[in-house]
Structures are given as structure tokens and as C-alpha cells.
């Protein structure tokens, strides 16, 4: 028998746990869809506070806060991967729809899992060894190194990341983060970097986003290329294996999967975000409907609008940093003159304290080919000097 999922109609409040950029994205979608946003998020103001009908300010584990936002919402879902499992599972408790589901958020919060998780799934990754006691050094083999041993939970931006260069050297890392608990992952030799956003309902149907392209610097997204400049057929399969993995889960709501592609054209998938991504913030500009609105369609229950690209675009990410000059004296970055470029679209999170590496905003050029979208994104990249402005 299939169960008949009740469709949350426009005019509902929508619960949203965390109160980030991805949040404020999240709620502007909803509230461009006729729903209202209801956030849980401790710090006040907040990023999508700030765009919400309201904000209970309150931990994210906080079960009085939690009951309240049981009261007044029949469907919550996340923007931030460390949303503690156990709140979902105490507002599922409740009788509220979580999307995603608890299960699925506690797999993707810890790397040895969601690798273990991927493999079931059959989607490949790089050659790995969990590294949660002493004992399990025994299972760490020369081919690992040279390494990047990763705590297993917490890690984002590169942070909590150390590149090793034997078992010793590895060993030594691993007494340095106190023997939490670790993964062990062989360094592979990346031609690119990709991820590809996948988003399910609770009818088990599918929409698959066009593949983006990512460029890091200093373990920060600074740049996505939407679509990616691979070959069809790795893009196929990187589609096919974020299909194969929300399948696995029953997953319902938007995931971000990242995958190295490997000299040798296969692809492996490096880890998952239980929610949008900023890889694909440039959906917004790009797609039919954008990753946000495929999160308020698949928590809600419409039916899941189309990923198609509409047009190529990149996305730089506007970082703090562009608030300090080379001195380091706080200015205003010349917002006016980045607008004057055609195709550009300028997103402000409206965060107060601009901090060296914090995401702050992002620009999205659009252009009638990417080659044109890469030249206009250049011109901005310029603009702002940013440092991999040659790269474009
Ligand atoms: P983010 O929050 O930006 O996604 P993160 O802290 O979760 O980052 P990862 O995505 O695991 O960390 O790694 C950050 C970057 O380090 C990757 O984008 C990639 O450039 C590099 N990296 C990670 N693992 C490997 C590996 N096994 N081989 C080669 N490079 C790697
Ligand atoms: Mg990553």
C-alpha cells in the first residue's frame, strides 16, 4: 500500500534549523512560494532570521525550543550539516516531517559512515582507513601515503585536515587531535573537482542538477562553473551516482555530493552536505527552479520543478577578506562599480562583522556561453583583486 503524502500547501510556516546563508536562500525561496519561515538558530540577528517571519533564538538542541517549533510547523528541514541528528529526531518524534531525515544527516556528519554508506551504495571512493582507536593502525598499509588524515566529524573549509607524508607522520597528527576519531585518505591527483545536487521526495521522485565544477583556494570554495567543462560521460555518472545514493538513503529533501575526478577520467566521491551547497548557488541564476526551491518542493511535497540550465554562469564567493585593504584597514568593497558588470548578480548575507575567510556574500555572472560568463566573472574577479583572478 502506498501511504498518501499530504502536500503542505503555500500559506504554511516552514521550520528551518539553522540560520546561515544557506538558510537565508532557503527562506527567500519559501517566502517567493507564498510560505513563511520559522528559524531556530542561537546566534540573533542571523542571515535568514533576517528574511524569516520569525527566529526562535535558541540552541539547535534546545527541546523547549524544539517543542515550540513542533507547535507551529509540520515540516522542518536543515541548512547546516552539524544540526544534531537527535533534534530531528525529536521533532520526527513530535509528528513533524523532517527533510532530510535524521538517519541520512547522522551518516553524512561522520566520514568513516558516509564513506562506508557510499560503497554499499556502490559509489566509489578514494582508499581510506578509519582511524577511531589504537588498533586500527594495524589496517593502515604504505599504499594510504602520502595522506590526509581528516577528523571524522566537524571538519569544513579544510579545517581539521592534516597532510601526512608516512604512518609516523600520520600517527603524530592523530596525537595531536587528541586520538579523536580520524579517517585516513590516500592523496589522490585531482584533475577537477565536481559536485553534482540531487534532490528526492517522499514519492521517491528525482531531479538531478547539470554538474558544477569547483576551484579551492586555502581549502575555501573560491570559484564554481556551472556546468562543469567535463565530458558527458563523467558527468553522467556522477549523476547517476548521486541518484544511486538518495535512492539508498530514501532520502527527501536536497543533498550536495562532491566527487574527485581522477586523472584516469573515473570519479570518486570525496563527501556529502545533507542540504544546499554553496556549489550551487549559482542554480538561482542558472536553473529552472534553484536547489532552494527544489528544498521547500521536496519538504512540502509539490511536485520537484526542472534543473534544466538556462544559462552557463560562475560564481565567485565574496569572502571577508575583500574588506580589509592591503594595510588591513577596514573599507567598504565598491558594490556600485561590481554591478556595473553585465550578467552580474550580487548576493549579500547581510553579515555585520566581515572576518578574514567568512563567507560574507557571493556574485553570480551569467553570460549567453560560459566562455562569455568566464570573461565577465574575470572582469569581476579583477575588480575585487582576487587572487586567482588569472585562473578565470
Ligand atoms: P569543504 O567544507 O570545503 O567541503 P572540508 O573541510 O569538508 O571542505 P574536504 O572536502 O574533505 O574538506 O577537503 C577539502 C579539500 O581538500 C578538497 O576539496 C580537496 O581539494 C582536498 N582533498 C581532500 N581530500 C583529498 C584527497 N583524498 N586527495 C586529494 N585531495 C583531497
Ligand atoms: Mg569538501
Redesign the pocket.
Known sequence: MTETIETLLPGETLGLLGGGQLGRMFAQAAAQMGYHVLVLEPSNPSPAGEVSCAQIAAAYDDTTALDEMSRAVRAVTTEFENVPATSLEHLARLGVRTAPHADAVAVTQD?NREKAFAESAGVPT?P?AGICAESDWENVTEDLFP??L?TARL???????VRVDSKADARKAWEALDRTDCIL??????AK?ISVIVCRNQAGSRAVFPVAE?H?RN???AYTVLPARISPEIAKMAQRYAERIVDAFGYVGVLCL?F?VLEDGSIVL??M?PRPH?SGHATIEACVSSQYDQQVRAMTGLPLGSTALKTPAVMLNLLGDLWFDEAGHYRTPDWAALCSIPGLKLHLYGKEQARHARKMGHATVVGQTLEEALERAKAAAEMLSLPFAGEL
Open positions: 566520514r578514494a581510506h595522506g590526509i581528516k571538519g569544513y573549509d579544510g579545517k581539521g585536515q585518505e590516500k592523496r589522490l591527483n585531482l573537482e569547483n579551492h581549502g575555501i570554495l562532491e574527485f570525496n563527501e552536505a554553496n
